[in-house]
């Protein structure tokens, strides 16, 4: 597994719920964003849900369809974000990616991507 790695996708039914993990490796120190998004065959990559992060506390934002059904967090002590995800429809079905960003100058300037976590809703 890579420095970023997801978990909590599979098959719900609509209406249902999944919480999806991002968990960071050890080696990744100040995290300012933690975010996820998401991406089906034929499309861009979209923003979900991001975290941002300082030594003042957190803040979050949502795209703003998603707003309402889907709730972000983090816990800062074991470098993993989740995103909480309600009432879901058939349209949420994607890949999910969460990508990570560090104030460290010799990071990606992209931060880090993990591989993904696949959500299919269908009944």
């Known amino acids: 597994q890579g420095e970023v790695v997801e978990s909590g996708g599979g098959l719900v039914q609509p209406g249902g719920s999944l919480r999806l993990s991002c968990a960071a490796s050890e080696s990744i120190f100040n995290i300012y964003y933690m975010g996820w998004y998401r991406q089906t065959p034929g499309k861009e990559r979209e923003l979900v849900a991001a975290i941002h992060i300082s030594g003042a506390g957190q803040y979050a934002d949502y795209t703003d369809s998603l707003k309402g059904r889907f709730t972000i967090s983090a816990d800062n002590t074991k470098n993993t974000v989740y995103l909480q995800m309600n009432s879901l429809k058939p349209e949420d079905t994607a890949l999910y990616y969460c990508?990570?960003?560090?104030?460290?100058?010799?990071?990606?300037?992209?931060?880090?991507w993990g591989q993904g976590t696949q959500v299919t809703v269908s009944s």
């Open positions: 990508n990570v960003q560090v104030a460290v100058t010799t990071a990606p300037s992209e931060g880090y």
